[in-house]
């Protein structure tokens, strides 16, 4: 059974950093996108930002230039360095990854990222 298990959220002030990870495991295929996604209660879970398997990046105009996301494909494990956070940035993080070759897709449980002004 596939579990993704999100760390690593908080509350920091303005300004500040943190680091999530999310560890896949029961993985019995290939993994090939791994991503990072948020919800403020009342709205859509929007996209923060993904990798593929062979590094290529996307992330929102919201984050750029803030936020770096990683991956280390043989512990299955994405991480998002989130520096230079808003207020605007508090939200639940929800990990993903979508499977190869099926585009099966799996969510973790959200971590809270609470930052304050």
């Known amino acids: 059974q596939v579990q993704l298990v999100e760390s690593g959220g908080g509350l920091v002030q303005a300004g500040g950093s943190l680091r999530l990870s999310c560890a896949a495991s029961?993985?019995?295929?290939?993994?090939?996108?791994m991503g990072w996604y948020r919800q403020v209660p009342g709205k859509q879970r929007e996209l923060v930002a993904i990798i593929t398997g062979g590094g290529s990046t996307n992330l929102a105009d919201s984050v750029k230039g803030r936020f770096t996301i990683s991956r280390d494909s043989a512990k299955n494990t994405v991480y998002l360095q989130m520096r230079s956070l808003k207020p605007e940035d508090t939200a639940v993080y929800y990990c993903r990854v979508i499977m190869r070759p099926n585009g099966m897709d799996y969510w973790g449980v959200g971590t809270l990222v609470t930052v304050s002004s």
């Open positions: 029961g993985i019995s295929a290939s993994i090939n996108v």
